[in-house]
């Protein structure tokens, strides 16, 4: 199986390119572009992800012209954009027929804020998608199976994405729990800030540890999950998971293939995913790893 296309290599080198918009010199900016170039040339396509390749081009944009993103700012906003409705959002999971999807639908929406794949996030279209969040059905047998595996002993281990959106996740968690009170949930948010990517002090800000035990991927710059680089604390609890819900792109990049039991739930962001999974461009996607095919 081919993991990083060529059209992920084009769409990093974009991106890389466009990052580096600060630098006005442009021989440095050339060489930067040479070393861009070379990573994206020397990555397995068998084994790399797009994030994995991606954190690769993190690292050398802080080492070779100093430049480190800073989204705290955007992170508090969103988190307190999302916090400010969540009573509201609870009583309606509360009212629907089935709470537990319609927390999914809402957390599923809520991976639209994405500022590595978007660049700006619209707070107004954010919340039309979360008011149409009943508008995006979940795949009738694949949620049949979900609550039969949240329904068996073993973990339930939730793999987070973006800021703002892991409020809608607790939101989930909490109502997981109401239903299937006995589950043990654990929540792995990034190691270190990247992007708008939820870490630890989010999960702090927004009081995820009140629905689940909370703990950190341990990684740099991967936008994602990838197994072969988690602390083996982590990679165990992963590894050993009844169940795994897995949120937002890079973690199913990262984790396609892995043969565990995955649950993906996302935006497909990608115009590339319609080709390759049969994913509808901005459609919502929740799918199993060991039912997808590709």
């Not at 199976?145 to 989930?172: I, Q, S, T, W």
């Not at 927004?206 to 680089?229: H, P, Q």
Request: proline residues 2%.
């Amino acid at each position: 199986m081919i993991k990083f296309h060529a059209d992920c290599m084009a769409c990093l080198a974009q991106g890389a390119l466009k990052k580096a918009d600060a630098v006005r010199d442009g021989e440095v900016k050339a060489r930067y572009m040479g070393r861009v170039c070379a990573i994206l040339a020397e990555a397995d396509v068998q084994r790399d992800s797009a994030p994995l390749v991606d954190a690769r081009l993190i690292a050398l944009r802080r080492d070779m012209l100093g430049i480190e993103e800073d989204f705290s700012e955007v992170k508090h906003r969103f988190n307190a954009l999302i916090l400010g409705i969540y009573d509201r959002l609870r009583a309606q999971v509360t009212a629907a027929e089935d709470p537990v999807y319609a927390a999914m639908q809402l957390a599923m929406a809520g991976n639209y804020i994405d500022f590595n794949v978007l660049g700006d996030v619209d707070a107004q279209e954010l919340m039309r998608m979360l008011d149409a969040s009943a508008e995006r059905a979940l795949d009738a047998e694949e949620y049949a199976r979900f609550l039969r595996d949240l329904a068996a002993p073993g973990e339930l281990v939730y793999l987070h994405d973006n800021c703002g959106e892991v409020v809608l996740d607790k939101l989930l968690i909490e109502t997981i729990r109401a239903r299937f009170p006995e589950k043990r949930v654990v929540s792995i948010v990034r190691g270190a800030p990247v992007v708008n990517d939820a870490t630890l002090e989010d999960a702090r800000e927004i009081g995820l540890g009140e629905v689940a035990e909370v703990l950190e991927n341990g990684l740099r710059d991967v936008t994602g999950t990838e197994l072969a680089l988690l602390p083996e604390a982590v990679r165990r609890r992963v590894e050993g998971a009844g169940v795994i819900l897995a949120k937002g792109q890079g973690n199913f990049e990262t984790l396609i293939g892995c043969g565990l039991n995955v649950y993906y739930l996302l935006l497909s962001k990608c115009p590339s995913y319609t080709q390759w999974f049969g994913f509808e461009h901005f459609g919502g996607v929740f799918r199993n790893e060991r039912r997808l095919r590709f």
